[in-house]
């Protein structure tokens, strides 16, 4: 139902620029879009659970952005997975809105647009760029 109260320290910001450490001892919550900004790392350890809220008022559902320049360190195994899930329990699910999803914005090359760049669809202009000339 949702109804779980997380606390300050296990709630997701909005924007992570410096670099941090999800614990495996922890649940982690999103209520809202989170950007991991250029320069940080988020590194999540084997066994980790990331829960999210339903979409917020403006129908954005919590997603995990790591933008270009930014880093993702996850390395879950078949014994210790790293979780992405609803707060809401499995008899609910599937229901829309409730997680949007790991978007990973690369700067390779983009092939059949007729440009170097692009964006997400469903992020604000200009948080989620990709694509550019480094196909490496």
Known sequence: DGSVVPTTST???????????????????????VFVKSGATLT?????????????????????????????QAVGTASSPITFTSVLPSANLPQRGTWGGLIILGRAVITGTGSSTNDIEGLAAGLGTYGGNNDA
């Open 11 to 33: 709630i997701l910001a909005a924007d992570i620029s410096s670099s941090i450490t999800l614990k495996n001892s922890n649940t982690y919550y999103m209520t809202q879009q």
């Open 44 to 72: 999540i350890e084997a066994g980790t659970t990331i829960k999210s809220y339903r979409q917020d008022a403006s129908g954005k559902a919590p997603t995990l952005v790591i933008e270009q320049g930014a880093m993702i």
